[in-house]
């Protein structure tokens, strides 16, 4: 095939997708969902202090693109702590997790929508005077860690961590920040960016995240179960506006976006 070829082919391809995303509702398609996620998750997620009992962030931007080409309206609500959101998703009364990581536990009672919305990296954060050598999971055997309950780092580490790790679970972020902060803890495991934006704005300046992370994974959209709007027909049409999304590099504008409006938001 000419290059030329290719180039008309993949034009074609881009129209057939448009006309398919654009094209009217099934009768019987659900056209409004409702989504919730974690509230302590910036520049992702967090609670709007302009919109209160709504989310905002980058994810939420990105929700507002994928409504616009699908219209399907998507209302990203506030549930309350994350554990309480997975449970409200499990049981069907919220239809959708703007960000999820993959494990099998969850994949029990939820689809995960294809391609990822954003990759993220899992840190060791620790107090900077009393860092230590990590290179393995094995080398936080030694130490007494803290996490955000009901958080998940990857079905592989969450086995490791279970069998071999000594992790307190605490209610929120701000909670195990300051255990690591006033040495009650060794290290805190929490996303890389979500526990920047967050150390910033508690003013905990003496914690960092060790130079390597502990996973790097995916963050999905989600689909439950249980929810009556659950179809075949519409995950493909969610998913192939995904898709369309992340080649135009959709979330890394909104990134941008979101950092700048979580920086004036936490500074009131």
Request: aromatic residues 8%; glycine residues 8%.
């Amino acid at each position: 095939m000419s290059r030329k070829q290719r180039v008309i082919g993949t034009l074609i391809a881009g129209l057939m997708l448009a006309a398919g995303l654009a094209s009217p509702l099934h009768a019987g398609e659900c056209r409004r969902l409702g989504a919730s996620g974690n509230a302590e998750y910036p520049p992702y997620l967090w609670r709007d202090s302009n919109n209160p009992g709504h989310l905002t962030g980058a994810v939420s931007y990105l929700l507002e693109d994928l409504a616009g080409l699908t219209g399907v309206e998507i209302r990203l609500l506030d549930s309350g702590p994350w554990g309480r959101t997975q449970e409200e998703v499990a049981a069907g009364q919220v239809d959708m997790i703007a960000g999820a990581f993959l494990t099998r536990a969850r994949s029990e009672w939820m689809d995960y929508l294809h391609p990822a919305l954003v990759h993220t990296r899992t840190a060791i954060w620790t107090h900077k005077d009393n860092g230590f050598e990590f290179n393995q999971w094995h080398d936080l055997i030694p130490h007494a860690g803290v996490t955000v309950i009901y958080n998940s780092f990857g079905q592989e580490f969450d086995l490791f961590a279970r069998e071999h790790l000594n992790i307190e679970q605490v209610g929120s972020l701000e909670q195990g920040m300051m255990m690591v902060s006033q040495r009650r803890a060794d290290y805190l495991i929490y996303e890389d960016n979500p526990g920047k934006a967050y150390a910033e704005m508690l003013g905990v300046d003496n914690l960092s995240p060790l130079p390597r992370g502990v996973t790097h994974q995916p963050l999905y959209l989600t689909f439950s179960k249980a929810s009556a709007c659950n179809s075949a027909a519409l995950k493909a049409r969610l998913s192939a506006a995904l898709e369309q999304l992340a080649q135009a590099g959709k979330m890394a504008q909104h990134l941008e976006r979101a950092a700048a409006e979580w920086q004036r938001q936490s500074a009131r």
